[in-house]
């Protein structure tokens, strides 16, 4: 590393960015501070995962009835705990948690931001040390301050969110993050333990030639869903495919190589699932918004999934999100 060049930090940055707003209070730019220790926590744990206690499962099942790794369980406490602790959050939803979790001191019940998140996405990689993330997203309430926040600030529309962005704890750690300024990615300087700006003004490919989607359950999709994947494999040079298959089974890992090299994530419906399984609020609207804010795209196939108004905490939808034009073109063949 070159000892002359200068690392913007994450503070930093959102600090420059914070100036650009007239009546900014900086309290945005401190939640994400807030957010950004908080997955500096998880990320500890993360790396010295096969030293401790703290692989396998945890014994017991979350709201959607799936087994709760050790580490799921921890991420989800200090997230809790971290944000519990900040001035400007009011209140918390997790994918861990049946309700909401509102915090009632007197700094909380003047916040003006609620915070959703998927503490650890793709747990069930943990135990083979593949790539796993934590998701997040921060809207601007909409209930009264000075009293409590309420379910109705959780249930807005993506349209809404404020800031979102994911941690991945890969081969580097990562924290990417989009605004109506757009999409920038810090880079974890272990050495200092800071996250540092390392990628700039991301931009997702309008065209890509991967695509993405848990291919052991075509047996359970409907004939136009098989077909596009017959598309996808298909061998036409002119139109550069057939397509690469790539699927990690982490949603923050699928779409961290999506967004820098482009192509498509799909999680459809299917006969198990027959809504769709990943969350609204937790993992497709923040995925949603950082791809859109890109320059990508992401539907439910019927509809903008920044659109959708959610009907409950953990509501699930299908979803198609990458490259503009891939997306576009697997909606036309599948839903058209």
Known sequence: MNPNRHLMTLDEFTFFQTKQFKNS????STLLRDI???????????????????????????????????????????????LRNSADCAGIASEENDDIVVFEDDHSLNSKYVVMFDPLDGSSNIDVNASIGTIFCIYKRISELGKPCNIDDFLQKGRNIMASGYVIYGSSTMLVYASRLGVNGFTLEQSIGEFCL?????????????????????CKLNDKLKSYLDFCMADDKATRRPY??????????????????GGIFMYPEDRSNPKGKLRLLYECNPMSHIIEMAGGKGTSGTENILDMKPSELHQRVP???????MVEQAVAMIYQ
């Open 25 to 28: 209070t900086g309290e945005l």
């Open 36 to 82: 950004g220790l908080a997955c500096k926590l998880i990320n500890k744990q993360v790396n010295k995962a096969g030293l401790t206690e703290i692989l396998g499962a945890h014994g017991a099942v979350n709201v959607q009835g799936e087994e709760q790794m050790k580490l799921d369980v921890f991420a989800n406490e200090v997230m809790i705990s971290v």
């Open 244 to 261: 690469s298959h790539r699927y990690i089974g982490s949603m923050v890992a699928d779409l961290h190589r999506t967004l820098i090299k």
């Open 198 to 218: 390392s990628h700039k003004d991301m931009r997702c490919p309008v065209d890509g030639k991967i695509y993405s989607i848990n291919q052991g359950n075509t």
């Open 319 to 325: 979803i198609f999100i990458g490259s503009k034009n």
